[in-house]
Nanobody
Framework: QVQLAESGGGLVQAGGSLRLSCTAS????????MGWFRQAPGKEREFVAS????????RYADSVKGRFTISRLNAGISVYLQMNSLKPEDTAVYYC????????????????WGQGTQVTVST
């Protein structure tokens, strides 16, 4: 069974940086878009960023444009999220996700989800 393993979350001060990583297990076919969603307490899960199956197209939520950067490495089985200039509003559990075959972006109906990694930004 395919699993997505996330890491890199933690506690940082506002203005700091974190880098999240997500790597798929064996059996994962890389021809899927991969990306990140986040969910803060009391809020709906929201889209953060995604990269297409071929790695050539990226999408970002307006709230993170210019601060976060998504990248796909390790021959397509890993996805990273570099988060700079973090704000308290970025505090949430961040989930890695993988979409359907040959997808250009990830939606809330992603085929696979990671367990999540906590990001907390203090004032």
């Amino acid at each position: 069974q395919v699993q997505l393993a996330e890491s890199g979350g933690g506690l940082v001060q506002a203005g700091g940086s974190l880098r999240l990583s997500c790597t798929a297990s064996e059996g994962f076919f890389k021809t899927r878009a991969m990306g990140w969603f986040r969910q803060a307490p009391g809020k709906e899960r929201e889209f953060v960023a995604s990269v297409s199956w071929h790695g050539g197209s990226e999408r970002y939520a307006d709230s993170v444009k210019g601060r976060f950067t998504i990248s796909r490495l390790n021959a397509g089985i890993s996805v990273y999220l570099q988060m700079n200039s973090l704000k308290p509003e970025d505090t949430a559990v961040y989930y890695c996700a993988a979409g359907s075959y040959y997808s250009d972006y990830v939606t809330s109906t992603a085929d696979y989800w990671g367990q999540g990694t906590q990001v907390t930004v203090s004032t």
